[in-house]
């Protein structure tokens, strides 16, 4: 991650021109490129331009849906639910949470459920859609045609990691929170794997049900599986999350693993909570800026970094980014060549 | 846990007639009761008939409000807030998650924030007054008054454990989620120090941050802390939890750490979910019943229990304490001795 930086805006004017020739229309096109390089830009380097190329493939053979908007199959107000048709998931995703705060603003709470989503990417760059307005927002989402996470005291893959990000505002930064119902991610087991590295704790299990630090044992016949948070002493408490969230994805929005697999995807729940509708915007920033300033100031473990809020990191990384240029993973701007190449746009230099 | 029990009726008539004569009227005295004797029925023997006691010495010194009812703060249809006035925190949980079912099934969701309760007991006992009318609930407490739990990477105690229970429901036991932001909580801690006995992992670090599996650090001057969700390897992941859990407590309720302690009590924060109004009942239970089938049928870490649900073992419990009759943790009815005694009331034979 040393070495070359990329300017963001030309990073992204360059991933929103391979969109825009890929078939996406520039509203969808600049969405989804903005958040890949937000991705890159916060350290989520997983879920940023590393995406680009999948993507570019999924446009193309068509499993991901060019052209078009989400069905509703229902609206109540302060609950909807769509059909997502397989349109982009960044795309989907960020209209959902504008709706939701909408609708929070009007009714104090709101939720909106996506089936047939493709990907959703980083769920972190969405938070602040929400935050900026007031609201708090919780975006969980799953992939039902995906399993890599066993339930607490089995072996066989059921569950998808099951990422949940929340966003708390505050009276300045919003609070971040990006985390998920297993210990570690697909994207970070598979490309620690692919780099011959270990994990830094035993977070993940071989098929017969070993705890190991090694991701390869996730790529044997029968697979092993990712641990749910507690690992194999109280991974209780992450099968429980995935629980809530797997429910929250697919029992509301309607479908999930019942359902044939229809490829690389997500159910995805949007839940946004006005607090003007509670006790108040100040009521709850007082509340929530006391807590913050507590975090802050909590005497660190000795040797250790000073304590930090969720999302602080990546808000510096950010404004980093934003200064001095974009850090892409290696490889990535590598796998786009021959997109760049076959649709005639030159990559931006460094 | 061997030997005495007692039938779970006559238990919760007993409580009952403690907590009338100690001032509450029928309708506060009975839900409290029932909620405290099926939680030692479901196996929560730290939140059930334990709490009876504490409970009455709160009624007595006026730290626990006998008469009224909670203040509405606020009431926006979909939304409410509520003053707690320091009422019985179970029986307002119970109202709470009733109306809270109530006006999800007119808006699809609904969220309920309570402000100044007193302490709410086992958060799993109220999950089915939403599941039995086909909704799923999320129930989240923090007791702005008390801290144990430092924030990740800290060492001063901050948060509560900060328990999230979710209810799910199915085509036939409900799944019943149980789970925390900390890897235990302080009634167990308390419990297993006054025992002289050590906790089953390094739970809990001591105030200089040594990670540690002995309760008998929390209790030192200054104390140590019990650990978030991932402990010292990934307790990131409960430190979100619990500013999540403690944003939409204290937050959305508007009391918090940022006011005068007032006590044992708590910031309760209950949402609820009506599936009709997403994608329909029955497209709910396929999914989760599908989901439900692949957990029980998942082949087994050899030498472990089969898969379990979350609630399963619990539900079960409550089964065969109905049956049998319902086993108390010891020193439970000794502690009830001199009230019943002050009271003139007869503790019922195991």
């Known amino acids: 991650m040393t070495g070359k930086r990329w300017n963001s805006?030309?990073?992204?004017?360059?991933?929103?021109?391979?969109?825009e020739t890929a078939g996406l229309d520039t509203d969808k096109a600049t969405t989804i490129a903005a958040a890949l390089v937000e991705a890159d830009m916060m350290g989520h380097t997983t879920h940023g331009m590393q995406l680009c190329a999948p993507y570019l493939k999924a446009l193309k053979d068509g499993s991901m849906r060019r052209e078009g908007s989400p069905e509703v199959l229902s609206d109540r107000g302060a609950v909807a639910t769509w059909d997502g048709r397989r349109l982009p998931g960044v795309w989907l995703t960020a209209r959902a949470v504008d709706q939701a705060v909408e609708r929070a603003k009007l009714y104090g709470t709101a939720s909106i459920a996506i089936r047939r989503s493709h990907h959703i990417a980083c769920?972190?760059?969405f938070l602040e859609r929400a935050t900026r307005e007031g609201c708090m927002v919780q975006i969980t989402c799953s992939d039902p045609a995906v399993a890599s996470v066993a339930p607490y005291g089995g072996t066989e893959p059921l569950f998808t990691p099951d990422p949940i990000a929340v966003g708390i505002p505050t009276s300045n930064d919003p609070i971040l929170i990006d985390t998920s119902a297993s210990i570690t991610t697909n994207g970070m087991t598979g490309r620690l794997h692919g780099e011959g590295r270990k994990l830094p704790?035993?977070?993940?299990?071989?098929?017969?049900?070993?705890?190991?630090?090694?991701?390869?044992?996730?790529?044997?016949?029968?697979p092993g599986t990712i641990l749910p948070i507690g690992g194999q002493e109280y991974g209780h408490?992450?099968?429980?999350?995935?629980?809530?969230?797997?429910?929250?994805?697919?029992?509301?929005?309607?479908?999930?693993?019942?359902?044939?697999?229809?490829?690389?995807?997500?159910?995805?729940?949007?839940?946004?909570?006005?607090?003007?509708?509670?006790?108040?915007?100040?009521?709850f920033n007082r509340q929530i800026d006391h807590i913050v300033s507590k975090c802050l100031a909590n005497k660190p473990v000795p040797g250790s970094a000073?304590?930090?809020?969720?999302?602080?990191?990546?808000?510096?990384?950010?404004?980093?980014?934003?200064?001095?240029?974009?850090?892409?993973?290696?490889?990535?701007?590598?796998?786009?060549?021959?997109?760049?190449?076959?649709?005639?746009?030159?990559?931006?230099?460094?």
Chains 1, 2 share one sequence.
């Open 237 to 283: 408490k992450g099968y429980g999350l995935a629980l809530m969230i797997e429910a929250l994805t697919q029992g509301l929005s309607g479908h999930g693993r019942a359902d044939p697999a229809e490829g690389w995807g997500a159910s995805v729940h949007i839940q946004v909570c006005d607090p003007t509708a509670f006790s108040g915007r100040d009521a």
């Open 306 to 350: 000073p304590v930090r809020l969720p999302g602080q990191n990546a808000i510096q990384k950010r404004k980093d980014s934003k200064e001095k240029g974009v850090l892409l993973y290696p490889g990535i701007m590598e796998a786009l060549q021959p997109w760049a190449q076959e649709y005639g746009i030159t990559p931006p230099a460094p």
């Open 123 to 125: 769920l972190a760059v």
């Open 9 to 19: 805006s030309i990073l992204s004017d360059f991933a929103t021109a391979l969109f």
């Open 201 to 222: 704790g035993m977070w993940v299990q071989d098929a017969d049900g070993a705890a190991s630090d090694d991701p390869g044992v996730l790529f044997t016949d029968p």
